[in-house]
């Protein structure tokens, strides 16, 4: 994708730098966002060089749909042509808006429906297992956070045993929060000790976006929490081993570097600690927008409020870093195979919860203000599991089915 952004015409290639800053920077879009919105620009903008067309202005509906048609006749899925389309209208209607364009020629692209699947939810009695997993682990070490020697030798090690069980508490409470709450991954990743209300059992959550909006939980989440944040947390936090470096790390070694790193050496890079390096704005390019190291929100930066410290998250990895959600996915997977389910990632504990609280009676609007959904569209894909699992105790059990 490097190769087709420096490709293309000046003019091209100055907007669609023009257009990835704005959306990191001015819609503080998610890195993921950016990243696939740059990816569909370029793509479309090359199509329309190689129509003609020099200046974001040369740009019109029958350019864009027959891009649209050449992704089509690749094998493109429904699901990315709709996206595309979606990338296309936001693209033009920023650059009609900025005076790169004298129209708005993404006004009138129809979107195709894109297919919906039902989502992967868990029974009542299967999340329960799940959660309660006795000793459920990551079957392999965190890949961000290697393991340092001690924790590599035997388990009868004193250190190597409180880290263990640390991290075993720890389990247990991210478990139990992401059913308890439904919330993402990335949003129980970005959590610190702060956004939890004990008192009320509420935890705030800042979704896609940057919005906010408080999520409540129950007793066995309490509970597990309690004693993750008791006995659990101060392990990992006493065990944080991060030489050399200035500020928080997301569990490699970086020797030598100001401000956070993904992994990557970013020397003198200064900046508000996000997770990730912060190039200057103006240089938020296609070329680096499609990285996210470019974008800057790793672990998101929210409006209004300052960058997150690894010091303060919730919940921690094994050298004492902010927990990512590689590590979370694994957790839910091997607490899966040790309740003997199939394979279950996070998100299907979300799909779970969302099922759950609609077959025991929830608004459909509470909980689409529970999971984050800016449309109840998003929310109501979980009408349609309750529906399915109706008609099949209804096909089961009444005799004139």
């Not at 004990?198 to 919005?211: D, P, S």
């Not at 939980?217 to 101060?234: E, N």
């Not at 209004?304 to 998250?313: I, Q």
Request: aromatic content about 2%; hydrophobic content about 35%.
């Amino acid at each position: 994708m490097t190769e087709l952004h420096e490709a293309l015409p000046p003019a091209l290639r100055d907007a669609v730098d023009r257009f990835g800053h704005h959306l990191a920077v001015v819609e503080d879009r998610s890195a993921h966002t950016v990243r696939a919105y740059l990816g569909d620009v370029v793509s479309l903008l090359t199509h329309a060089a190689d129509q003609g067309c020099t200046t974001v202005g040369d740009l019109d509906l029958p350019v864009l749909r027959g891009w649209l048609a050449a992704r089509l006749g690749a094998g493109a899925a429904r699901t990315s042509q709709a996206r595309r389309a979606a990338a296309a209208r936001t693209f033009t209607g920023w650059a009609h808006r900025i005076g790169l364009s004298p129209g708005n020629a993404g006004a009138g692209l129809a979107s195709p429906r894109a297919h919906r699947d039902l989502p992967n939810v868990l029974r009542a009695d299967q999340a329960a297992a799940l959660v309660s997993a006795p000793g459920a682990r990551p079957s392999a070490p965190d890949v961000t956070e290697p393991r340092t020697s001690a924790e590599a030798g035997s388990a009868e090690g004193s250190s190597g045993t409180r880290e263990s069980e640390a991290t075993a508490i720890r389990d247990r409470a991210v478990l139990e929060l992401l059913y308890a709450t439904g919330i993402r991954v990335s949003e129980l990743c970005g959590l610190d000790r702060a956004d939890l209300d004990h008192a009320r059992q509420v935890v705030r959550v800042f979704g896609k976006g940057g919005k906010e909006r408080a999520v409540p939980y129950g007793h066995p989440a309490r509970d597990a929490l309690a004693v993750w944040l008791q006995h659990g947390r101060p392990t990992l936090t006493t065990g944080k081993d991060a030489p050399n470096t200035v500020g928080p790390t997301t569990g490699e070694n970086t020797p030598n570097t100001v401000g956070p790193t993904t992994g990557e050496n970013t020397p003198n890079t200064p900046g508000p600690t996000t997770g990730e390096s912060t190039p200057n704005t103006d240089t938020l390019t296609a070329k680096g927008g499609l990285r996210a190291n470019a974008v800057g929100r790793a672990r998101k930066t929210r409006k209004g409020h300052p960058a997150k410290r690894d010091d303060d998250a919730l919940f921690l990895g094994l050298k004492g870093g902010r927990l990512q959600p590689t590590v979370v996915r694994r957790i839910v997977a091997a607490a899966a195979r040790t309740a003997g389910l199939p394979h279950t990632k996070p998100h299907d504990l979300r799909h779970s919860a969302a099922t759950h609280l609609l077959d025991n009676g929830a608004d459909l609007r509470a909980v689409q203000e529970l999971l984050g959904h800016s449309s109840l569209s998003s929310t109501q894909i979980y009408t349609h599991v309750s529906t399915e699992r109706l008609r099949a105790a209804f096909n089961q059990a009444h005799p004139r089915a």
